[in-house]
């Protein structure tokens, strides 16, 4: 069997993996991303190279070390870096001595049945059948893990005992990694699901909620991210999150074949701010704070790698539109320089920043009820 493996990004190791297994491959899932795969990544990439870039290159090694011999890695075409990244990852671990073999996978508007050619080239027996089943269980795991944390983060900041729904959620993760048929997939989710509900919650006011954007690698993967979601649920935040990768998957490999203008809505949302796409999810980054102002969120978080040009671009826009909705935005950018210590000091700040705002608006409230204006 091929042993073939794929850079992290969260916990999408998981349908990642099913996938290969169901084309009849052996999946090598890299060690979960650590301090030592960002040192081995650093070490090899150019100083200011992506900082998930770096993270992949760190991930690809550790891969090799437990005997991978392929490397898929998606592709992409714009203004921002990532169309270069399966190239310039692959000329980097050559010129660092590993020879691997990558398989770059573009999103088919551009290059029409290559996913099926390079699918037929490292398993050549496979039928559309068979890739169309292996897809599927991708996509159901995907969505599985998409729905249990989007409710993971609805629930963590009114549980009672701390760290309840976080262990909820490792165990979930096993059972998911493990389900080998659809209905398993199913009765996973919805066991789990029954059980978070049952988890005894606090009595309390409406929690903080805070829109989580930026960069998809730095929102979605948290072991470059710190843990955001946690650290923030548990200081009593809910945390909704903008992206996810089965949205990103169905706008770049179904949308833009066949609703090529599936991003109009966005560019309207941006249009005072930002004329036109910049590639990665600046346009998002930008479109998703105005909609999170309407919507009556108390705060927005962008989360950028170091160097990143859309979120850059983004950031230029944001201290406009705070001030114009009234919403505190903070901008976290993170590389291999950063410390847990140093995220977890200006999330506590921002927060207790949010409460005073929410303190000022009560108090002028209660006053105006008193003095009926
Ligand atoms: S979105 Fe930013 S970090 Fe990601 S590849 Fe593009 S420039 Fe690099």
């Given at each position: 069997?091929?042993?073939?493996?794929?850079?992290?990004?969260?916990?999408?190791?998981?349908?990642?993996?099913?996938?290969?297994?169901?084309?009849?491959?052996?999946?090598?899932?890299?060690?979960?991303?650590?301090?030592?795969?960002?040192?081995?990544?650093?070490?090899?990439?150019?100083?200011?190279?992506?900082?998930?870039?770096?993270?992949?290159?760190?991930?690809?090694?550790?891969?090799?070390?437990?005997?991978?011999?392929?490397?898929?890695?998606?592709?992409?075409?714009?203004?921002?870096?990532?169309?270069?990244?399966?190239?310039?990852?692959?000329?980097?671990?050559?010129?660092?001595?590993?020879?691997?073999?990558?398989?770059?996978?573009?999103?088919?508007?551009?290059?029409?049945?290559?996913?099926?050619?390079?699918?037929?080239?490292?398993?050549?027996?496979?039928?559309?059948?068979?890739?169309?089943?292996?897809?599927?269980?991708?996509?159901?795991?995907?969505?599985?893990?998409?729905?249990?944390?989007?409710?993971?983060?609805?629930?963590?900041p009114l549980?009672?005992?701390?760290?309840?729904?976080?262990?909820?959620?490792?165990?979930?993760?096993?059972?998911?990694?493990?389900?080998?048929?659809?209905?398993?997939?199913?009765?996973?989710?919805?066991?789990?699901?029954?059980?978070?509900?049952?988890?005894?919650?606090r009595e309390t006011n409406y929690p903080i909620k805070v829109?989580?954007?930026?960069?998809?690698?730095?929102?979605?993967?948290?072991?470059?991210?710190?843990?955001?979601?946690?650290?923030l649920?548990?200081m009593g935040v809910e945390?909704?999150?903008?992206?996810?990768?089965?949205?990103?998957?169905?706008?770049?490999?179904?949308?833009?074949?066949?609703?090529?203008?599936?991003?109009?809505?966005?560019?309207?949302?941006?249009?005072?701010?930002?004329?036109?796409?910049?590639?990665?999810?600046?346009?998002?980054?930008?479109?998703?704070?105005?909609?999170?102002a309407?919507?009556g969120f108390q705060g927005v978080i962008?989360?950028?790698?170091?160097?990143?040009?859309?979120?850059?671009?983004?950031?230029?826009?944001?201290?406009?539109?705070a001030?114009?909705l009234s919403i505190p935005v903070l901008?976290?950018?993170?590389?291999?320089?950063?410390?847990?210590?140093?995220?977890?000091?200006?999330l506590e700040a921002f927060i207790d920043l949010i409460n005073y705002r929410r303190q000022q608006t009560s108090g002028k409230r209660n006053l105006e009820l008193e003095y009926?204006n």
């Amino acid at each position: 069997m091929i042993k073939a493996t794929f850079p992290h990004l969260g916990n999408f190791y998981i349908p990642c993996a099913a996938l290969l297994y169901e084309l009849g491959l052996e999946p090598v899932v890299p060690p979960l991303t650590s301090q030592r795969t960002i040192m081995l990544g650093t070490k090899i990439a150019p100083e200011f190279a992506c900082f998930p870039l770096k993270v992949n290159l760190g991930n690809y090694i550790e891969a090799v070390e437990a005997g991978a011999e392929f490397i898929f890695m998606a592709g992409g075409v714009g203004p921002c870096r990532f169309g270069y990244y399966g190239e310039i990852q692959r000329e980097i671990l050559q010129d660092s001595g590993y020879q691997m073999e990558f398989i770059v996978f573009e999103a088919p508007k551009t290059h029409p049945q290559e996913l099926w050619v390079k699918i037929k080239r490292v398993v050549p027996r496979n039928t559309l059948s068979k890739l169309a089943k292996a897809l599927y269980v991708f996509w159901q795991k995907a969505r599985a893990i998409e729905e249990f944390d989007r409710l993971a983060n609805k629930i963590r900041p009114l549980e009672q005992k701390q760290g309840t729904i976080s262990n909820l959620q490792n165990r979930f993760y096993r059972l998911i990694d493990n389900a080998s048929s659809i209905k398993d997939i199913h009765s996973v989710l919805d066991d789990s699901i029954s059980e978070m509900q049952a988890i005894p919650l606090r009595e309390t006011n409406y929690p903080i909620k805070v829109a989580l954007l930026g960069e998809i690698y730095m929102v979605l993967e948290p072991r470059v991210n710190f843990q955001i979601e946690k650290l923030l649920g548990e200081m009593g935040v809910e945390v909704v999150r903008t992206i996810h990768l089965t949205e990103w998957i169905l706008e770049h490999l179904c949308l833009s074949i066949f609703k090529p203008d599936w991003y109009r809505q966005l560019l309207l949302l941006a249009k005072p701010y930002l004329g036109n796409t910049v590639g990665g999810h600046g346009l998002e980054t930008i479109a998703h704070t105005v909609k999170a102002a309407v919507n009556g969120f108390q705060g927005v978080i962008q989360l950028a790698p170091f160097t990143c040009m859309p979120e850059i671009v983004a950031m230029q826009a944001l201290p406009d539109i705070a001030k114009k909705l009234s919403i505190p935005v903070l901008t976290i950018i993170i590389d291999e320089h950063s410390a847990q210590a140093g995220i977890e000091t200006r999330l506590e700040a921002f927060i207790d920043l949010i409460n005073y705002r929410r303190q000022q608006t009560s108090g002028k409230r209660n006053l105006e009820l008193e003095y009926g204006n």
